[in-house]
């Protein structure tokens, strides 16, 4: 059967990369993207996938099913882009890989007696699409989940941190800066004091912590003393309890600028909290052989933990849920992810290699996975008791 997806695969190639070079000519915000996943929905309902759209009350998210069989696999696909530098993330490869993994799968579903889902899991980048979806159900009955993404090397046991996504306002009073400077209450000092504590704070950071931010608005005019002022702010942690504890001194930085101003602030949550990756081992290490099978040489798996790809809420599916989220290589002249000369690498003779060999490595993984009766009880046992649990 594994060389059935294969040559699968390869019969879907031109359709495949059509696909990943469309979307990313078109690059489309967190929610946004909805030319993207109707490229995808489109090629898998000409291939016969009954497409469900605006699923979890997300106009951008959906899911694409053939088959029937009592195993569903779900294969998730991302398309959202980032802001001016498009695909630097290359999720134009991770919606062609899932789409040509499921096209692969579908005529061996029923004697795999598997259900192959694509789920579309809009804004990675900033919106935790996938986290709703499971808040919503959209997960419900699914025993794996898998997925690829691209980077500068091929790493199988990826992992991530936990991310919380914040805003922070602080309202002050505006007034004249040279004529009345003593009746504004100054909303731009209280961004510099909590920069300032957040820059100290650093030194005391557990290993894995992060926090890393922008002021996304200081003012009017440099004569207008400002009255609001903002500040982003990316906080991580190489697990959930860790990004607690950090998250908890990181609000007291903020408190301490509003308070040394005389200011007011709020902290607004921006997207649902992230959680780290949790790969299943079975799978990983399933994933690990089938990808040194056909010529790759992955990251050494004691050096994996080194390097955290940034976070995914792909971490929240894994621990719910089975899943891995696998980096496929691709040859990017030294760029890396989030960079605008990695965007272009996207749609390159490498980036194509990528996608294709990303769908063979999911197809192929699935194919052990439905095979392996321990592993196929051990999925549907996880299925149940979760079903049960709810």
Avoid at 49 to 77: K, Q, R
Avoid at 91 to 116: D, F, M
Avoid at 158 to 168: G, K, N, Q, W
Wanted: net charge negative; charged share 20%; glycine share 10%.
């Amino acid at each position: 059967m594994i060389v059935e997806t294969d040559a699968g695969v390869q019969r879907a190639a031109p359709d495949l990369l059509a696909l990943s070079h469309s979307i990313h000519s078109e690059p489309e915000l967190a929610f946004e993207e909805h030319r993207s996943a109707a490229k995808v929905c489109d090629l898998l309902r000409d291939r016969g996938f009954a497409v469900d759209t605006g699923v979890a009350d997300l106009p951008t998210a959906f899911t694409a099913t053939y088959g029937s069989g009592e195993l569903v696999i779900a294969l998730c696909a991302e398309y959202d882009a980032l802001p001016e530098i498009g695909h630097a993330c290359g999720h134009n490869i991770i919606a062609a890989s899932a789409a040509g993994a499921a096209i692969a799968l579908a005529p061996l579903a029923e004697r795999l007696g598997i259900t192959i889902r694509v789920l579309g899991t809009p804004a990675e980048e900033s919106g935790g699409g996938k986290v709703l979806m499971l808040e919503r159900g959209v997960f419900d009955g699914v025993a794996a989940a898998l997925m690829v993404h691209p980077g500068p090397i091929d790493i199988v046991g990826a992992t991530s941190l936990a991310l919380s996504d914040i805003a922070v306002s602080f309202t002050g009073r505006a007034a004249h800066a040279s004529a009345a400077p003593e009746w504004g209450i100054n909303a731009g000092d209280a961004v510099t004091i909590s920069q300032v504590a957040i820059g100290l704070l650093r030194q005391h950071l557990a290993p894995g912590q992060q926090l890393h931010g922008i002021v996304t608005e200081g003012g009017l005019a440099p004569n207008i003393v400002p009255g609001h002022a903002e500040l982003a702010y990316y906080l991580r942690a190489n697990t959930s309890e860790s990004l607690a504890a950090l998250t908890s001194k990181a609000h007291a930085c903020f408190q301490a600028g509003a308070i040394a101003t005389g200011c007011t602030h709020q902290i607004r949550t921006v997207s649902p909290i992230y959680t780290e990756l949790t790969p299943d081992p079975w799978l990983t290490a399933t994933y690990r052989d089938e990808v040194e099978s056909i010529g790759r040489t992955p990251l050494a798996p004691e050096l994996e933990g080194f390097r955290p790809l940034g976070s995914t809420d792909m971490g929240n599916v894994t621990k719910v849920l089975p899943g891995i989220h696998p980096v496929i290589g691709l040859d990017s002249g030294g760029a890396v992810t989030h960079q605008p000369e990695f965007a272009a690498a996207c749609i390159t003779e490498s980036a194509d290699t990528a996608v294709l060999d990303g769908a063979r490595l999911l197809a192929r993984t699935v194919v052990r996975t439905a095979l392996d009766a321990d592993t196929r009880n051990r999925l549907l046992e996880g299925v149940e008791a979760r079903m049960t649990a709810r």
